[in-house]
Structure formats: structure tokens, C-alpha cells
């Protein structure tokens, strides 16, 4: 389970496909029947109702048509696992794309606490395979009976419609696997097998507390400080920047860019610079310590960028330091 999330990747889109709208169904995500999905998509398609106010629904298919389903969801907690493609969908008037361009595979986390709009942009051509669980609010308060477990349901529905984007850890993705294998299966066995997937799935989310506010650690604020926290004469790849946020290369670059404005490498480049600057006064190292510390392999590349980023050589700093 990855130790933070991140507001999913908010996008800009103007809708063009012809609207598609459908008497709701209690507690659904999508305000259309199954029938009427099913006919816009060619593929595999489920919705299944395994217990009362909790749904899943598993899909592997291509999308035929440009339409948007509309409707309202209910107040609950939706998990969507995406293992191929890119989905996009409306909450609350904000438009998301969830899915990796890579091999990793994303999820997407929110909850509503109030009844709110919903959509569903389907594009032609586009192969997706995902799981969706979807908890009514209600569900968890008929198992709470503790004051601490009270808590956790408020916690988990304290951020309203605020959708949180992860990298799938390996344990999520091996259930989420199982479970889809046996959800096919119509016999009691196969049931009960699907209930208890759901069941862990939706345990992980909940003790790892996936929807805990991080407005004050900002992405950029999360790469400082593993940058800071550099082993001395390591640098971490961007694999490895990614693997401890928790998302993929491709992902981590295109929210860093929206959230911070320059690019992962720029600015962990200029972070060492900084680390280095430090170092060079408190630490009372030589140039040339200091330059292999921030991972450079020639003293002349790190005096040309500290001289480039500071206006001034590593040499002169110190002495003005004094």
C-alpha cells in the first residue's frame, strides 16, 4: 500500500459526444442500466450486487460510441482499479483521467458524502479493463459499533468528492486478479469467494487510511525531502522517486509539472545544488567532497551548475561566507 496519494490528474475537456441518461439505480455509480451500458461497449461487462449496498463491477472491453453517461451518485466509496487504458470520467463538475500510460497500473479513491453528478466519457476505440467497488456510506455505518470505528468512517468520507490517484501495490493488484477470475463464477462458492476479496480489498484501503488529507505535503515538498534525505554520494533515480510516492515515472512527471512547474530532474538537480550550498558552509567540506556528495562525477560539471544556479562560484560563496 503506498504511503501517500495525490489528488488525481485533473483535466480539461469539452464535451462533444451526445449525452445518454437512464433511470438511476439505488446505490449504482452510473446512472444508466446495465443492459444500456452493455450496448455501447463491446467486451465483457459486469455489475454485481454481492451484498446489500455493496457493488462491483468488472469490465474488459472497447468502448463503440462518443457518449456521456450521466447521473447522480449516491453517497458512498468508490474504488477503481485500471489495468489497461484510460478512463475518464466527471465528479462534481471536474473532469479526471485515471490510468497509467505504462506498465504500472493506477487506482482511483474518492467518496461522496452527499448525493452528486456523475459522468462517464466513453470514446470509440478505447480497449479499458478495470474493477470498480462501490460502497454505500450506509454500509459502513450498519458495521460500525465502535467510537474508533465511528471515526474511521468519518475520516474516510471528511473529504467530499476530492479523488486520490495511487500506484497499485502487488498484494491489491494479486486480489483484484482473484477476484475478477472467480466473480464469473455463478456458484456459492464463487460468491462467497468474491465477497471476501472485496472484503480485503476494501480492509487495505481502510487501516492504510488511503484518503488522509495531504494538502500540507505538496508533491514538491515530498521530493525535497527525499532528495535531503539522500544517502551521501548516492542520487535516487526517478524509478526510485516514484516507487517511495507511489505512482509511475510517466505519472509522477506529468502532476509534478502541473504542481510544480518544472520538470522531476530540474528540480531535483536544483535541490542538490541547494544541499550542496549548504554543505559547503556548515559542513566545512571541500569543493570537491561537496561536488561528490551531490552526486557529481566531475568537480568542473558541479562548480559550472552551482556558478550557473548561484551567480557565483562554489569557491567565492565560501569565502564570502567567511
Same mark, same amino acid.
Given at each position: 500500500?503506498?504511503?501517500?496519494?495525490?489528488?488525481?490528474?485533473?483535466i480539461?475537456?469539452?464535451?462533444?459526444?451526445a449525452?445518454?441518461?437512464?433511470?438511476?439505480?439505488?446505490?449504482?455509480?452510473?446512472?444508466?442500466?446495465?443492459?444500456?451500458?452493455?450496448?455501447?461497449?463491446?467486451?465483457h461487462?459486469?455489475?454485481?450486487?454481492?451484498?446489500?449496498?455493496?457493488?462491483?463491477?468488472?469490465?474488459?472491453?472497447?468502448?463503440?460510441?462518443?457518449?456521456?453517461?450521466?447521473?447522480k451518485?449516491?453517497?458512498?466509496?468508490s474504488?477503481?482499479?485500471?489495468?489497461?487504458?484510460q478512463?475518464?470520467?466527471?465528479?462534481?463538475?471536474?473532469?479526471?483521467q485515471?490510468?497509467?500510460?505504462s506498465?504500472?497500473?493506477?487506482?482511483?479513491?474518492?467518496?461522496?458524502?452527499?448525493?452528486?453528478?456523475?459522468?462517464?466519457l466513453?470514446r470509440?476505440?478505447?480497449?479499458?479493463?478495470?474493477?470498480?467497488?462501490?460502497?454505500?456510506?450506509?454500509?459502513?455505518?450498519?458495521?460500525s459499533?465502535?467510537?474508533?470505528?465511528?471515526?474511521?468512517?468519518?475520516?474516510?468520507?471528511?473529504?467530499?468528492?476530492?479523488?486520490?490517484?495511487?500506484?497499485?501495490?502487488?498484494?491489491?493488484?494479486? =486480489?483484484?486478479? *482473484?477476484?475478477?477470475? +472467480?466473480?464469473?463464477? #455463478?456458484s %456459492? !462458492?464463487? &460468491?462467497?469467494?468474491?465477497?471476501?476479496?472485496?472484503?480485503?480489498?476494501?480492509?487495505?484501503? =481502510?487501516?492504510? *487510511?488511503?484518503?488522509? +488529507?495531504?494538502s500540507? #505535503?505538496? %508533491? !514538491?515538498? &515530498?521530493?525535497?525531502?527525499?532528495?535531503?534525505?539522500?544517502?551521501?554520494?548516492?542520487?535516487?533515480?526517478?524509478?526510485?522517486?516514484a516507487?517511495?510516492?507511489?505512482? #509511475?515515472?510517466?505519472?509522477? &512527471?506529468?502532476?509534478?509539472?502541473?504542481?510544480?512547474g518544472?520538470t522531476?530532474?530540474?528540480?531535483?538537480?536544483?535541490?542538490?545544488?541547494?544541499?550542496?550550498?549548504?554543505a559547503l558552509v556548515?559542513?566545512?567540506?571541500t569543493?570537491?567532497?561537496?561536488?561528490?556528495?551531490?552526486?557529481?562525477?566531475?568537480?568542473?560539471?558541479?562548480i559550472?551548475?552551482?556558478?550557473?544556479?548561484?551567480?557565483?562560484?562554489?569557491?567565492?560563496?565560501?569565502k564570502?561566507?567567511?
Open positions: 500500500m503506498c504511503a501517500t496519494t495525490m489528488n488525481a490528474q485533473v480539461d475537456i469539452e464535451e462533444d459526444t449525452p445518454f441518461c437512464a433511470p438511476i439505480g439505488k446505490g449504482l455509480s452510473y446512472n444508466s442500466s446495465e443492459k444500456e451500458i452493455k450496448a455501447l461497449l463491446s467486451g461487462v459486469s455489475f454485481d450486487c454481492i451484498q446489500e449496498g455493496l457493488r462491483v463491477h468488472f469490465g474488459e472491453f472497447t468502448e463503440l460510441e462518443a457518449r456521456t453517461i450521466e447521473g451518485m449516491q453517497p458512498g466509496l474504488f477503481n482499479l485500471v489495468f489497461e487504458g478512463a475518464i470520467f466527471s465528479l462534481a463538475d471536474k473532469y479526471y485515471i490510468g497509467s500510460d506498465a504500472d497500473v493506477e487506482y482511483s479513491l474518492f467518496a461522496v458524502s452527499k448525493v452528486e453528478n456523475f459522468k462517464r466513453l470509440p476505440g478505447m480497449k479499458i479493463k478495470k474493477l470498480n467497488i462501490f460502497v454505500e456510506k450506509k454500509w459502513f455505518e450498519t458495521r459499533q465502535t467510537d474508533k470505528q465511528k471515526q474511521q468512517i468519518d475520516t474516510l468520507f471528511s473529504q467530499h468528492a476530492v479523488v486520490h490517484a495511487c500506484k497499485a501495490p502487488k498484494q491489491m493488484l494479486d =486480489i483484484a486478479s *482473484n477476484l475478477m477470475q +472467480v466473480s464469473a463464477q #455463478s %456459492l !462458492g464463487g &460468491q462467497m469467494l468474491t465477497e471476501a476479496y472485496v472484503l480485503q480489498i476494501l480492509s487495505m484501503l =481502510i487501516e492504510q *487510511n488511503s484518503l488522509k +488529507v495531504l500540507d #505535503s505538496s %508533491l !514538491g515538498q &515530498q521530493v525535497s525531502q527525499l532528495i535531503w534525505e539522500e544517502s551521501k554520494g548516492s542520487t535516487l533515480t526517478l524509478q526510485e522517486i516507487d517511495h510516492i507511489g505512482v #509511475s515515472i510517466s505519472t509522477l &512527471q506529468r502532476r509534478f509539472k502541473q504542481q510544480v518544472t522531476v530532474i530540474e528540480f531535483c538537480r536544483s535541490e542538490r545544488l541547494e544541499k550542496a550550498r549548504y556548515s559542513d566545512h567540506l569543493i570537491g567532497e561537496v561536488a561528490y556528495l551531490s552526486g557529481y562525477q566531475h568537480v568542473s560539471n558541479f559550472s551548475a552551482f556558478t550557473k544556479q548561484y551567480d557565483i562560484s562554489p569557491g567565492q560563496y565560501v564570502e561566507q567567511g
